[in-house]
């Protein structure tokens, strides 16, 4: 999906595709961090409501080069929310949820996405026909648009969950270990993210991610019935 995502075949589908794209990144990665902001507000913390990071303003939440990333790759980043667990009652479990809701916000964006697109895209537009080319090019950006959102912010869940800082990953492993190996990790944690940030430039990784966001997406597409959509 990294490889793919925004790929055409010349310059005309290269800018329908970042079009359709730009508008899905900046409030894809919005939602991520004001998910992060608004689970660790309930659960105690109001740092992100003060900072006002609780909204979907791109501009509050925009990092350049996380966006140029997205763009230009499929995946990327934006500044994260500030987070006080001294707020939370249970560090560890606060620490867990509030990192694992960015994640779970894009995966329900992808599902609402993947609701709209089956029985409004692929349903009901798909039976009702297309009585003029204006009509069904309309349709198929509108499809488009909607399996975009569903892979891009499959791709954002996924990758996010990496266990390298400053990734929701990290956060979620570091609450998750012992002490022991908290720190054993912490020491090396700076040489772990260059071999991952290596493997993922390299290949390697790439496509393990790829492999997992795919399997991810026709596995949704499977269990909505929709798997001649992707010829699978």
Known sequence: MFSHILRGGDIT???????????????????????????AWRLGDPTARYAGRLTLNPLKHLNPLGFLCMVLAGFGWANPVPVNSRYFKNTRRGIILTSLAGPAAN??????????LRFVGYGWLWQIGYPNELTANMAYFFILFLYYCISMNVTLAVF????????????????????????????????????FLLLLALGPLSWVLDFCCDGIIKGLFWLMGMRGFLGI
């Open 107 to 116: 995966l329900l964006l992808a599902i609402i996405s993947l609701l709209l």
């Open 13 to 39: 589908s290269f800018l329908i595709s970042l079009l359709l794209t730009l508008p899905i990144i900046l409030f894809s990665l919005s939602l991520h961090e004001a998910a992060h902001g608004f689970v």
């Open 160 to 195: 996010n969950l990496i266990p390298i800082s400053p990734l929701d990953g990290s956060r979620i492993l570091f609450s998750l270990l012992p002490p022991k190996a908290y720190f054993k990790y912490a020491k090396y944690e700076r040489v772990i993210t260059i071999v």
